[in-house]
């Protein structure tokens, strides 16, 4: 089986020496008056550089921007759709890490890229591949506000977040994107919801021309969901194993035939994964991926990590994985 | 039963009595002497004394206030997760990990066994307790929220971690019991956040409070109630502190369904709003909670900590809590 390196998303946007607080530096100055936008987007261009800096050294196959821009998972998306402004902070699933709510009072619509620029920023700074990342419709409309709240309100805002989200995945694939992560963590806590959360799947996917398309599933027991996540039209599904005891068991069970991003280094905690017991759980599980294609990779983003700590996690990918070929090839 | 708890323990309330949940901001002396001792230009010892200090203005205000039960007002704190891993062997202080926006703060790492190495809020409070006739609250944070807020490299789960803290952190408790503590405040600000870890965080109050004879009260805060009522009143303390009027006394609905058995300290000011709430808006939170709650069982205070209010908003939100719940006693 293959086995690629790859980053899951977000990386840590400061750290601790002093080149790592220019970000937020940079910010609270502009907060003073004493820096514009263009100092701040110039620090942001600065701290994506070190993040793919740091994912080259760590010899990832597929590296991500770190999503460096984002203020959060949620607001920095739908923030640039008309229709939408942004509220109060909300706790983001079960971190310690808070974002803005979306409260919906209008017409959804994309009238400007949303990721495509820093994608192409990223792609014109290293020579790796350059995932581009987007949080699904499914978990924008469920973390989003609108007036008449409920069930019927959710799949609307899903199947208009998903109309603008499609747009996207279609400029993505334009700008040159061949590997497109759509992160649906909330679909794990509403499995009711799978109906409304598939035709948003369906509609991203029939915008990806010749990109692949990834579903990240994170912060949840994916189990429950696995057969049925089988059947949608993507080309790959990114699995959190640290909320799901039995899943390796059941990808040996029912097999994939996806591509696999295997989350099995936690970037939730800094500790380090043993090297061999990872190994022989990529063994176990590589009996049931059909596809022959396999992503070691985080559990979740590395934001929840210190910089320090997040670096060592990515390194230790590439020492999982020798310790994986030097016991399975 | 909570009353009677309180009058074998020799302390005798009024109706509606009031209360803060801990924390009141840091004056600006204390603040200038954070930064100066974190600069290296002053010793500790200058710093605890601008503490003390300032430990004693909240005091002698909350007498002022005429508030019944009062807080030492945690000067001597940062971060409630980070002051006390700064204090138990086993962590280590992390990098910076991001909160929002452009806030970031530093995470413990729990590195090896945890272990408490002696008392480390009892000065505090017996300082506090010193400059007044009224009853102070030991303050603590809980071992739940201490392993959530932390990471744990030492431990084989969430679990085991939680419980090894539970033990070291019931020696605090002692320690402030034997000290003379009789209200003794263990926050879990973390527990609504994980519903299926509930039994985790009540055990592992159990542990910490178990046989120790005070009234015990915990702070939970960030909403997310539905998910844990009424399971959560199966935890072993005798009055929950929660934040009310943030969330339109919303909760008071799940007491309608499951009766509330406890005793609350009922919030109801909004400590993340610059806004000093009217008294007649005050007074209607509290007539709406007696509809709910048998009076004796109330205690009245703001929905959470003071901390990132200024010095006269923290007062001027105390004042009306207090004023609102005298005018409602008779």
């Known amino acids: 089986m293959e086995l690629k390196l790859a980053n899951h998303s977000s990386y840590p946007r400061i750290g601790d020496s002093p080149e790592g607080q220019l970000l937020r530096r940079t910010i609270a100055l502009k907060e003073k008056g004493e820096k514009t936008d263009a100092d701040i987007r110039a620090a942001e261009d ?3 550089e070190l993040a793919l ?30 229709g939408i402004h942004i509220n109060g902070l909300l706790r983001f699933f079960d971190t310690n890490f808070y974002f ?67 747009e996207e995945v279609a400029a993505l694939a334009d700008a040159g994107a061949t590997l497109i992560q759509v992160d649906e963590p909330a679909i794990l806590k509403h499995a009711d919801d799978f109906g409304l959360f598939e035709s948003g799947v369906r509609a991203l996917a029939a915008q990806k021309k010749s990109a692949q398309l990834m579903l990240a599933f994170y912060f949840g027991d994916v189990a429950p969901l696995y057969s049925k996540l089988q059947s949608l039209p993507v080309d790959a599904l990114c699995l959190d194993f640290t909320y799901s005891p039995k899943l390796p068991a ?14 099995l280094i936690d970037g939730r905690n800094t500790r380090l994964e043993k090297a061999d017991v990872l190994a022989r759980e990529i063994e176990e599980i590589a009996s049931g991926i059909k596809s022959g294609s396999a992503y070691l990779t985080p559990s979740c983003g590395l934001e929840y990590l210190p910089r320090d700590r997040a670096q060592l996690k990515l390194k230790h990918l590439a020492t999982v994985r020798n310790t994986f070929l030097g016991k399975g090839q | 039963m909570s009353r009677e708890k309180l009058r074998q323990l020799g302390i005798d309330l009024p109706i509606l009595p009031t209360t803060s949940v801990g924390s009141f901001p840091k004056p600006d002396y204390l603040m200038k002497a954070r930064s100066e001792f974190a600069k290296g230009k002053i010793t500790r010892e200058q710093l605890e004394e601008a503490e003390r200090r300032a430990t004693e203005f909240w005091i002698r205000k909350q007498e ?27 962590f280590e202080q992390g990098g910076l990990v991001r909160s929002y926006g452009n806030r970031y703060y530093h995470k413990p790492i729990i590195t090896s066994e945890v272990r408490w190495q002696g008392p480390i809020t009892v000065d505090w409070w017996k300082y506090a307790q010193s400059l007044t006739k009224r009853p102070v609250k030991g303050m603590l944070t809980g071992p739940y929220t201490v392993m959530d807020w932390s990471f744990n490299e030492a431990y084989p789960d969430r679990k085991a971690a939680c ?40 055990e ?54 499951d009766p509330y058995t406890k005793d609350i300290s009922f919030g109801v000011v909004d400590v993340h709003s610059h806004v000093i709430e009217e008294e007649p808006v005050v007074e209607q939170r509290l007539r709406e909670a007696m509809a709910v709650i048998p009076k004796e069982n109330i205690w009245v205070d703001p929905d959470c900590g003071l901390k990132t209010r200024s010095v006269d908003e923290a007062i001027a939100k105390m004042k009306v809590t207090v004023q609102a719940a005298k005018a409602l006693r008779n």
């Not at chain 1, 620029?117 to 609108?146: C, I, W």
């Not at chain 1, 059941?250 to 989350?263: H, P, Q, Y």
């Not at chain 2, 939970?220 to 009055?239: H, R, S």
């Open chain 2, 163 to 202: 419980f090894a803290l539970a033990g070291e952190i019931r020696k605090e408790v002692q320690a402030l019991v034997e000290a003379g503590a009789k209200i003794i405040q263990i926050d879990e600000p973390a527990t609504s956040v994980r519903p299926e870890e509930l039994p985790m965080a009540i």
């Open chain 1, 250 to 263: 059941m990808i040996v069970s029912e097999g994939s035939s996806k591509i696999l991003a295997l989350g």
């Open chain 2, 64 to 90: 002022e206030l005429d508030v019944d039960v009062l807080v030492d007002g945690e000067m001597y704190r940062g971060d409630m997760v980070a002051y006390f891993s700064e204090h138990i062997a086993g």
């Open chain 1, 100 to 166: 803005r709510q979306p409260v919906v009072d209008g017409k959804i619509e994309r009238r400007q890229p949303l990721i495509v620029d820093e994608f192409k920023f990223a792609r014109s700074k290293t020579s790796r591949t350059v995932k581009a990342v987007l949080t699904g419709p499914y978990t924008l409309a469920r973390l989003s506000l609108a007036k008449d709240a409920g069930a019927v309100q959710v799949g609307k805002l899903a199947e208009a977040y998903a109309g603008a989200l499609a």
């Open chain 1, 46 to 48: 600065r701290m994506t």
């Open chain 2, 204 to 257: 592992a109050m159990r542990i910490v409070t178990e046989g120790l004879n005070a009234y015990f009260l915990t702070h939970i805060c960030y909403g997310a109630f539905e998910n844990i009522y009424p399971q959560m009143l199966k935890f072993p303390v005798d009055n929950f502190d929660l934040e009310m009027s943030n969330s339109g006394l919303d909760m008071l609905d799940l007491f309608k369904k």
């Open chain 1, 53 to 82: 800096a740091e994912q080259d050294e760590a010899g990832l196959d597929v590296v991500t921007d770190g999503q460096i821009r984002w203020y959060d998972p949620i607001s920095h998306l739908a923030g640039k759709l008309t």
